[in-house]
């Protein structure tokens, strides 16, 4: 690949320049496109990667919520108290 940059410094530059837009989340609102809209092999992928995620068990992604997570800083815990000799 470094031959290729060498001979071709306008692909690496135009690497370099790709980046991302926005940091911006994505609105809730445009999370919930209507069935019409969605093409059909998008829809197959998407049964695909549901599938998968269901035989990994991976299928409930916020179950660290109900299992009690405290998404809290860990400021208030002192590590040395905690210690045990």
Not at 59 to 81: E, N
Request: glycine content about 8%; charged content about 30%; some cysteine.
């Amino acid at each position: 690949m470094k031959s290729h940059f060498e001979e071709n410094p306008r692909d690496l530059d135009l690497l370099k320049h790709h980046k991302l837009l926005s940091n911006n989340e994505i609105s809730a609102h445009l999370c919930d496109v209507p069935e019409y809209l969605i093409y059909p092999k998008t829809k197959e992928g998407s049964n695909v990667v549901q599938l998968t995620r269901a035989a990994m068990g991976l299928d409930k992604p916020q179950r660290w919520k109900r299992q009690g997570f405290k998404g809290g800083s860990g400021k208030s815990r002192d590590p040395l108290k905690d210690f045990l000799c």
